[in-house]
Antibody, heavy 120, light 112 residues
């Protein structure tokens, strides 16, 4: 079955960096775009970034643009989110999600999420 | 960015009774291909979001038929015909027609 397993979260000081990973299985990873979506504690869902199936295009929310970088390794069926210059407001559970849209955003299956806490 | 406004934000429901959640968009969600990319997600306590409905009214595999979606243009509704205990959680609408994708604030469904 389709499965997405996130990892790499933890506690990090403001201004430092962290890299999240999302391991995909149960589908042909290289055929699908992938999203990162986050959820601050007790809050709603906020879209963070998307990467095309082949990595050719990437788009970011204004709140993370210039600090976060999404990438993928299709040979390893893995999605990444490199997070630099972290701020307290980046504290959230980060979910990866598969996209089934063409020219639109249509995330269907989501991973279990990994918690990032930015605190001194 | 497209703003999605959900109402109500809190919905206490009696078991076996119907429930309805509204999602209104700040602009039309009809895409150039004629489809409307408005999805509904369920997030049970402590779990990841799960897509229930895609393109306004299509149920995902395994979703009980007590869940239904309707609407067009800028006004959309998620209905639960008879609420069960497992339906407790937060429900989000999400639009994928316009960049960036955006979510509603969420509606918390609880049992009275």
């Amino acid at each position: 079955q389709v499965q997405l397993v996130g990892s790499g979260g933890g506690v990090v000081q403001p201004g430092r960096s962290l890299r999240l990973s999302c391991a995909a299985s149960g589908f042909t990873f290289s055929n699908y775009g992938m999203h990162w979506v986050r959820q601050a504690p007790g809050k709603g869902l906020e879209w963070v970034a998307v990467i095309w199936y082949d990595g050719s295009n990437k788009y970011y929310a204004d709140s993370v643009k210039g600090r976060f970088t999404v990438s993928r390794d299709n040979s390893k069926n893995t999605l990444y989110l490199q997070m630099n210059s972290l701020r307290a407001e980046d504290t959230a559970v980060y979910y990866c999600a598969r996209d089934v849209g063409i020219g639109v955003s249509d995330p269907d299956v989501w991973g279990q999420g990994t918690l990032v806490t930015v605190s001194s | 960015d497209v703003v999605l406004t959900q109402s109500p934000l809190s919905l206490p429901v009696t078991l076996g009774q119907p429930a309805s959640i509204s999602c209104r968009s700040s602009q039309s969600l009809v895409y150039s291909d004629g489809n409307t990319y408005l999805n509904w997600f369920q997030q049970r306590p402590g779990q990841s979001p799960r897509r229930l409905i895609y393109k306004v009214s299509n149920r995902d595999s395994g979703v009980p038929d007590r869940f239904s979606g309707s609407g067009s243009g800028t006004d959309f509704t998620l209905k639960i015909s008879r609420v069960e205990a497992e339906d407790v959680g937060v429900y989000y609408c999400m639009q994928g027609t316009h960049w960036p994708p955006t979510f509603g604030q969420g509606t918390k469904v609880e049992i009275k």
